[in-house]
């Protein structure tokens, strides 16, 4: 999308500037195609298939530049420690400070209980509002 024309990137933004004061986004740039992918050779049943989604290329820009926008901000409030989807905070950088707490609660003969929850593939499953709220738990 950098190399497009100037008057075409310029009628992108117009459009955008109009879904951002409230106008819908044409059926087009909205709508998903789906193709099954088959997860092993020759696949013949329905759980052997992983379903794709692609979305216009103007969409999946914006959406991702809305996205960053709404972490930074997010990235404010976010617990210390929340490590995903926070920039600059990777699982590695989790793994190795709850190591570091164990052996230094070792070394110093110390107790110390607690747990860790990675939220991956189960998080569609479980209750927005519940989720989000427990991260607002300990302010």
């Not at 990137?9 to 088959?38: A, D, F, M």
Request: glycine fraction near 6%.
């Amino acid at each position: 999308m950098l190399h497009l024309p100037l008057d075409l990137t310029n009628s992108i933004l117009h459009l955008i500037k109009q879904v951002e004061k409230g106008q819908p986004w044409p059926v087009q740039l909205v709508t998903g195609i789906v193709h099954s992918l088959e997860k092993t050779a020759n696949a013949s049943k329905v759980s052997a298939f992983r379903p794709i989604t692609t979305f216009s290329l103007i969409n999946r820009n914006w959406a991702s530049i809305r996205t960053r926008e709404a972490l930074r901000y997010k990235m404010n409030h976010a617990p210390p420690g929340c490590f995903g989807n926070v920039p600059g905070k990777s699982a590695t950088q989790l793994w190795v400070s709850l190591q570091v707490l164990i052996e230094n609660c070792h070394h110093n003969q110390e107790h110390i209980s607690g747990g860790v929850i990675d939220l991956v593939k189960c998080f569609n499953r479980l209750p927005r509002m519940r989720v989000l709220l427990l991260g607002c738990q300990g302010k």
